[in-house]
């Protein structure tokens, strides 16, 4: 093996031996530029991602928070039509490549694209009611039920540091709800407009429950049917979106009112433009944040991505201080550090749970039977 190294490296010819010519062996090439080009090259996908989920949850809390906006359906069935649109568009063109459709594997899939729907629909709701640090925040807790559903079904594994981060997320969480109360309350006082503001509150906050529950359904759910399917993210994202138009297109025009007072209380003339590019927007940034995800993996490494997941709720909740009028007040500022602290806690406890135990050699003596230990002392005498 060793000659075939040194073949593969050197090439001298039998000539130059015997003429005992001097043969200089080319020096290793530099590191130094690999590795900045290795820090480079991850800097853009981190960056990528980060951008594309504060647009995706921006965009969506700029619709959702019009003038009674209640075309929930609609919204959802136009980010799916313009998702599918654009990776056609994108396969067409050779840029990325995924299954064709077969109807045998959208039968496997459907109850899936069931759950995407029952989970964007209720993040919809909630995102509606409240706040972007809020909503945030009591994200997390999804993080809770989809480790502990591990547990169950694929024979997972909790440890005590994700436990505490675990501790960490439900106490963000209070302190959030408690600091949006205590706003209300401050801002309207005993008035009939702040028993509004919390029942809108507190509605917000039935619907992210059902988020929690929705998303860690779709995301163990979407683990267990991967692995029969074999998909890939193309295929998931093709095949979730493609199958969720015909639903969310009848749920619109049965349960939503299509009068045309309602379309016109959902699109004022004055942002109606402005709505629907950022409608538009809003389903171009799910095909970034799947693209930009897959990216971010495969440049860096899945450690690193889920530190950047964990380090990306910090700027989202800030976006929504900044572009909305949410509350800056003590409550919500240590609601969000909590909250970003048990992102951390957490994503480090993965990674320290995803390492390999070392197999090094025993520094304590293990318990010697009797008739081992009068062979060892008959050794020694």
């Not at 031996?17 to 820090?39: C, D, E, G, H, L």
């Not at 998909?231 to 049965?254: A, E, H």
């Not at 800056?328 to 749970?353: L, P």
Request: hydrophobic residues 45%; proline residues 4%.
């Amino acid at each position: 093996m060793a000659d075939d190294k040194k073949r593969d490296d050197y090439t001298i010819e039998m000539d130059d031996v015997n003429n005992k010519r001097a043969f200089t062996p080319p020096s290793p090439p530099s590191r130094a530029p690999a590795a900045a080009a290795a820090a480079n090259s991850a800097l853009l996908p981190i960056l990528s991602y980060c951008a594309s989920s504060i647009l995706m949850t921006v965009t969506n809390k700029y619709v959702l928070s019009g003038t009674d906006f209640n075309l929930n359906f609609f919204l959802l069935c136009v980010q799916s039509v313009v998702c599918v649109l654009a990776i056609q568009t994108c396969k067409t063109a050779g840029v990325i490549t995924y299954r064709d459709f077969n109807s045998d594997e959208a039968k496997k899939w459907f109850p899936i694209s069931l759950l995407l729907i029952g989970m964007i629909y209720t993040s919809t709701r909630a995102l509606r009611y409240l706040s972007i640090p809020v909503y945030t925040i009591f994200k997390n807790l999804t993080i809770i039920l989809i480790a502990y559903g591990e547990v169950l079904w694929f024979g997972g594994s909790v440890t005590g540091m994700a436990l505490f981060s675990f501790g960490l997320m439900v106490c963000s969480s209070i302190i959030a709800a408690w600091a949006d109360i205590q706003h209300a309350l401050v801002s309207y006082g005993q008035s009939t407009e702040a028993s509004e503001r919390i029942s809108t509150l507190n509605s917000g906050y039935i619907w992210m429950m059902l988020n929690c529950f929705c998303t860690a359904t779709y995301v163990l759910g979407m683990r267990k049917r991967i692995k029969i399917t074999n998909f890939k993210d193309f295929d998931t994202m093709f095949y979730n979106n493609l199958l969720t138009i015909p639903i969310l297109l009848v749920c619109s025009l049965v349960v939503e009112d299509w009068s045309s007072e309602n379309i016109a209380k959902n699109f004022p003339p004055e942002i109606r433009n402005n709505l629907i590019m950022a409608m538009v927007f809003s389903g171009l940034s799910s095909v970034f944040i799947s693209y930009t995800s897959a990216w971010c993996v495969r440049v860096t490494s899945s450690t690193t991505y889920s530190m950047v997941g964990a380090l990306n709720k910090l700027p989202i909740a800030v976006s929504g201080l900044v572009f909305f009028d949410a509350p800056v007040t003590f409550g919500s500022v240590s609601a969000i550090s909590i909250g970003f602290v048990s992102g951390i806690v957490y994503a480090v406890a993965k990674v320290r749970q995803s390492k390999p135990k070392p197999q090094g050699l025993p520094t304590t003596n293990k318990p010697m039977s009797a008739s081992s230990q009068s062979v060892r002392d008959g050794l020694k005498s």
